[in-house]
T-cell receptor, first 113, second 114 residues
Framework: DADVTQTPRNRITKTGKRIMLECSQT?????MYWYRQDPGLGLRLIYY???????NKGEISDGYSVSRQAQAKFSLSLESAIPNQTALYFC????????????FGPGTRLTVL | QKEVEQNSGPLSVPEGAIASLNCTYS??????FFWYRQYSGKSPELIMS????GDKEDGRFTAQLNKASQYVSLLIRDSQPSDSATYLC??????????????FGSGTQLTVLP
């Protein structure tokens, strides 16, 4: 079984809809991250969490919110999706003891029409 | 100014050659450096980490770090067609778990020609 899982893997939705992307991990890591990837722009950090009570905005948090339901679960929500949020979304995890090495989930391809 | 710079490529090398990928960074306080490989449509996969000046070798991969020049590179020896992917450089400000963020370059696309 994969250490970091993301659901759904693909989603097509319409402008204005609320969308939730979910991430679960079995690695036992305390830190979790949400990134988006756009062609030519690389990976950009949306939100990150170092434990259940610690949530931080990243580079591009506007239009997104997150919830850390448990150490193993970190969800990303788009309250009212817009077309420029069409992207590939990745969840990642890391461990304090392991330095800053981050391990990525398989990604969710989101299309907003 | 972008904090982590990579040539976008594409970089093409023949099978069996050495592929050299370069990355520069702007924050002199950066301490931890990573190379990820990403196949098209897939997630980034960590292949190398380096924390101190010099070379670090792992199989066919060698990471090189020069903090004075703010430069980190990845060499792939005996390149194989399966090495064709985008390579992402990532940098963070602390050598320990206290750093809060990784900054990624936009990646270099490598093609290894059979």
């Amino acid at each position: 079984d994969a250490d970091v899982t993301q659901t759904p893997r693909n989603r097509i939705t319409k402008t204005g809809k609320r969308i939730m992307l979910e991430c679960s991990q079995t690695k036992g890591h305390d830190r979790m991250y949400w990134y988006r990837q756009d062609p030519g722009l690389g990976l950009r950090l949306i939100y990150y969490s170092f434990d259940v009570k610690d949530i931080n905005k990243g580079e591009i948090s506007d239009g997104y919110s997150v919830s850390r339901q448990a150490q193993a679960k970190f969800s990303l929500s788009l309250e009212s999706a817009i077309p420029n949020q069409t992207a590939l979304y990745f969840c990642a995890t890391s461990d304090w003891a392991g330095g800053n090495e981050q391990f990525f989930g398989p990604g969710t391809r989101l299309t907003v029409l | 100014q972008k904090e982590v710079e990579q040539n976008s490529g594409p970089l093409s090398v023949p099978e069996g050659a050495i592929a050299s990928l370069n990355c520069t960074y702007s924050d002199r306080g950066s301490q931890s450096f990573f190379w990820y490989r990403q196949y098209s449509g897939k997630s980034p996969e960590l292949i190398m980490s380096i924390y101190s000046n010099g070379d670090k070798e792992d199989g066919r991969f060698t990471a090189q770090l020069n903090k004075a020049s703010q430069y980190v590179s990845l060499l792939i020896r005996d390149s194989q067609p399966s090495d064709s992917a985008t390579y992402l450089c990532a940098v963070t400000a602390s050598p320990s778990g206290s750093a809060r963020q990784l900054t990624f370059g936009s990646g270099t696309q490598l093609t290894v020609l059979p």
